[in-house]
């Protein structure tokens, strides 16, 4: 009788060796969608006068103003956690991706600054004796377009910026279907079109155009997060790859 030895490793499935990057990519871009309802709960800071003096509650806006700091943390998170996958296939878009993310994230966290000196202003100083209303309510007014700008030039501009670098390493690489980084790129245009358009007054970041622009960016970001969390890189785009060692 012969005997024939098992190798077990003979069977075992083959396992990506970046998949625990790809699943923790993919829910940081997911939680970057928390801030989606901050728009309607800052409406009070940016379109209520009296808001400044306490009226309403501002309990939505600080749960808005968490939200954002959460979203500037897992924007810093993606460019973290993809940069050393996407410096294999271009260290240039890698480093362009970083440096994009992480300045996205700080113009972010300069918004929520200005709403939240918004809420110190009205806790601390209206109603004390001796407030200045017409003051508090012009200062509040202020607060609120600087946190108008700060938006368009991070969560509109700056995204334009992360699909290019972010979509050209995905679409060379093939490490998830091109249609989604094509997705991206076509809307990089449209969002720059867009955003110099709001810049010169053309019309109101809040305008249908305004959304409408934005849409092929919105849906690449989260048709990737949820590519990257359910299904993580090819496997055979990832076999593909430079070793990290062999990238100048």
């Not at 806006?61 to 271009?90: D, K, M, N």
């Not at 992360?162 to 050209?168: D, H, K, S, T, V």
């Amino acid at each position: 009788m012969t005997m024939t030895a098992h190798n077990p490793t003979a069977t075992a499935p083959s396992t990506d060796p970046l998949r625990r990057t790809s699943l923790t990519a993919g829910i940081l871009y997911l939680i970057t969608f928390v801030s989606v309802p901050t728009l309607a709960l800052f409406q009070p800071v940016r379109e209520q006068a009296d808001f400044i003096l306490g009226v309403g509650s501002d309990a939505g806006v600080r749960w808005a103003a968490l939200s954002e700091v959460v979203v500037a943390l897992a924007c810093i998170g993606t460019a973290v956690v993809l940069y050393p996958v996407a410096r294999r296939q271009s260290q240039t878009a890698a480093i362009g991706f970083v440096g994009a993310r992480v300045l996205e994230a700080g113009l972010i966290i300069v918004g929520v600054v200005n709403v939240l000196t918004v809420l110190t202003l009205r806790q601390d100083v209206a109603g004390t004796p001796g407030a200045d209303e017409a003051a508090l309510i012009t200062t509040g007014h202020s607060l609120a377009a600087s946190y108008d700008w700060t938006f368009l030039l991070s969560q509109s501009l700056i995204p334009a910026f992360n699909a290019l670098f972010l979509g050209y390493v995905m679409y060379r690489s093939g490490l998830v279907p091109r249609i989604l980084p094509i997705m991206g790129l076509v809307g990089v245009p449209l969002l720059l079109a867009s955003d110099l358009a709001v810049f010169f007054g053309l019309y109101d970041r809040m305008a249908p155009l305004a959304a409408l622009a934005a849409l092929p960016i919105a849906l690449w970001e989260l048709l990737l997060g949820l590519y990257l969390t359910v299904k993580g890189f090819r496997p055979a785009a990832v076999a593909a790859l430079p070793p990290a060692r062999a990238v100048r």
